[in-house]
């Protein structure tokens, strides 16, 4: 298996709702990321797992809560969104946090904050 | 303050020809400097790593070369196909160690015409 998935695909919700993001992956890569992505703009960093314990918080808003359940799972819980956080939710892993190792992304979830 | 600068034009090539792209940075000293393929809607698609005291790298139809004194990379797709159309991001990597913060520029979008 050489894929990370991200669940859903698309979501909308309201400023009130809670909601998570998941994502997985079976490749045995013990870094995760979240990443963020507005159109025609590159991706964000918004966190860093490393070895299933947080190692970077780019400054990211409360309102966004990661997770990392094991070392194969991802989620990415939403509070109280604003518009201004609909974007593309990547999440990535690779083999250690180093630079020498490429990233696999999913294919994201398209968030719409209404 | 750190940029990692890409084309903003997109560029239109023939079928055949080969499309070549540029990647500037300032304020980075990476060790590795990593090729993106992102489609529209998806999740950015590895390409290729080039460590800094690595001159040129080739993979297939990808060649990718690396100047830190220019603190440019420059990115070559030989006899380029339809299906190479898509945006090309490059990223830089700080260094081999943990605590990695993989910084992404715009992109670049290519369009090659059959």
């Known amino acids: 298996d050489t894929e990370v998935t991200q669940t859903p695909k698309h979501l909308v919700m309201g400023m009130t709702n809670k909601k998570s993001l998941k994502c997985e992956q079976h490749?045995?890569?013990?870094?995760m990321y979240w990443y963020k992505q507005k159109a025609k703009k590159p991706p964000e960093l918004m966190f860093v797992?490393?070895?299933?314990?947080?190692?970077i918080n780019e400054s990211v808003p409360s309102r966004f809560s990661p997770e990392c359940p094991n070392s194969s799972l991802l989620n990415l819980h939403l509070h109280a969104l604003q518009p201004e956080d609909s974007a593309l939710y990547l999440c990535?892993?690779?083999?250690?946090?180093?630079?020498?190792?490429?990233?696999?992304f999913g294919s994201g979830t398209r968030l719409t904050v209404v | 303050s750190q940029k990692i600068e890409q084309n903003s034009e997109a560029l239109n090539i023939q079928e055949g020809k080969t499309a070549t792209l540029t990647c500037n940075y300032t304020?980075?000293?990476?060790?590795?400097l990593q090729w993106y393929r992102q489609d529209p809607g998806r999740g950015p698609v590895f390409l290729l790593l080039?460590?800094?005291?690595?001159k040129e790298k080739r993979k297939e139809r990808l060649k990718v070369t690396f100047d830190t004194t220019l603190k440019q990379s420059l990115f070559h797709i030989t006899a380029s196909q339809p299906a190479d159309s898509a945006t090309y991001l490059c990223?830089?990597?700080?260094?081999?160690?943990?605590?990695?913060?993989?910084?992404f520029g715009k992109g670049n979008q290519v369009v090659v015409i059959p």
């Open positions: 990535a892993s690779s083999h250690q946090n180093r630079g020498n190792y490429g990233y696999t």
């Open positions: 490749m045995g890569h013990r870094a």
């Open positions: 797992y490393s070895y299933e314990k947080l190692s």
């Open positions: 304020n980075y000293s990476p060790a590795y």
């Open positions: 080039i460590r800094e005291n690595e």
């Open positions: 990223a830089l990597a700080p260094g081999p160690y943990g605590n990695n913060r993989l910084a």
